[in-house]
């Protein structure tokens, strides 16, 4: 399938035009409704936290995550995001320049690069150089598809030469089960790159070059123990293809986006919320990424999270550009909350 042009917004209104657009759109899936909600087959997910006598609330803001666009090579079922080869959100130079303005007005322990597929941002190098002296930690997260075939051997050196942490999407050791959510071709070309960038030195035990693999289940399932399907990993990628990675996160898949359509044509909306919301774990409220991180969509707004700004789910119920954003959020903010926020806290949770 041949890509669509490449757009980049370079008029602030039309940014702002085509931003409502997105939102009308994500009104019309029910995304953002909270009518929609009140129809989904479990509690309101605000009202679970006070049974519990539980409240979302923010901690110091440590962490900002970046998604600069939507564009993907990819159009993985999965995707919370809608993200796909002919996406036009992509994150232009100037709001690069306010992101980085950001980073240097508040000291980020760890700066998080995401998409789409980042690798598809022709701003990315640039970025990735700006931000590398600001923060301790930059991480890129990437399909490795993006990567293959050495169009963007460039962009792995940029990321060797800044100490860049690769946190890859690798859902499954089986390639039927990851063709099937991600395309075909997809797990020989993300074995080309883990080995391309273990050659260099990414995953190896004392180069400093972190490699982290991120599994998701390839249907309306969740996730095994993380601890377990690491091991299965470790060894059966080193023993069958000789790759290394340092750390494996496995997560359950949010109900937003392209997954979430799927859910609801394959009939299995109802009976995957139910399984997420059965298996809500107090516990981890505690550690969830939304209370120390702020998250910026490709044309510079501010939300809790991704998975808000997929939602449509404002920082603070209130659409502020990053341009706009003197300070950070305060200890003890509410974070806004909808159904999505079970899959964060099903079983050991997502943090």
């Not at 919370?80 to 100037?94: D, F, K, N, T, W």
């Not at 986006?257 to 799927?262: K, L, Q």
């Not at 120390?292 to 490709?298: A, C, E, F, H, N």
């Not at 999270?305 to 959020?329: R, V």
């Amino acid at each position: 399938m041949a890509e669509s042009p490449l757009i980049i917004h370079n008029n602030f209104s039309d940014v702002r035009q085509d931003k409502e657009k997105m939102e009308q759109t994500a009104r019309a899936l029910g995304k953002t409704s909270k009518t929609a909600e009140k129809k989904l087959p479990v509690e309101p997910f605000g009202q679970t936290l006070a049974k519990h006598g539980l409240s979302l609330t923010r901690e110091n803001t440590t962490t900002l995550q970046i998604n600069v666009g939507l564009l993907c090579n990819q159009a993985c079922r999965h995707c919370h995001l809608e993200a796909g080869p002919h996406s036009e959100e992509v994150m232009s130079a100037e709001t690069v320049d306010q992101v980085v303005a950001l980073a240097q007005r508040f000291p980020f322990e760890i700066i998080d690069i995401t998409g789409g597929a980042p690798e598809m941002n022709p701003n990315l190098v640039d970025m990735i150089e700006r931000l590398s002296g600001i923060t301790p930690r930059l991480m890129l997260r990437s399909n490795l598809t993006a990567l293959a075939n050495g169009e963007r051997d460039y962009l792995i050196d940029a990321c060797k030469q800044h100490r860049v942490v690769i946190v890859a999407s690798f859902p499954s050791l089986n390639e039927a089960q990851a063709e099937s959510q991600r395309g075909k071709g997809v797990f020989q070309e993300s074995l080309e790159v883990l080995r391309k960038l273990n050659s260099l030195g990414y995953g190896k035990p004392g180069s400093g070059l972190e490699l982290n693999l991120v599994s998701n289940p390839t249907g309306a399932f969740l996730p095994s123990s993380q601890e377990q399907l690491e091991k299965r990993f470790r060894h059966v990628l080193k023993n069958k293809w000789g790759i290394v990675f340092n750390n494996l996160f496995c997560f359950a898949n949010v109900p937003l986006g392209r997954f979430r359509r799927w859910l609801e044509q394959s009939g299995n909306l109802e009976r995957y919320l139910q399984k997420l919301a059965t298996r809500f774990n107090p516990c981890a409220i505690e550690g969830l990424m939304c209370r120390s991180l702020i998250s910026v969509s490709w044309d510079g707004y501010v939300f809790d999270c991704d998975f808000n700004q997929a939602a449509g789910l404002y920082m603070g119920g209130k659409k502020t550009h990053i341009s706009d954003l003197n300070e950070l959020p305060e200890p003890g903010e509410p974070i806004a909350v909808s159904h999505h926020c079970y899959t964060c806290t099903s079983g050991a949770g997502f943090t």
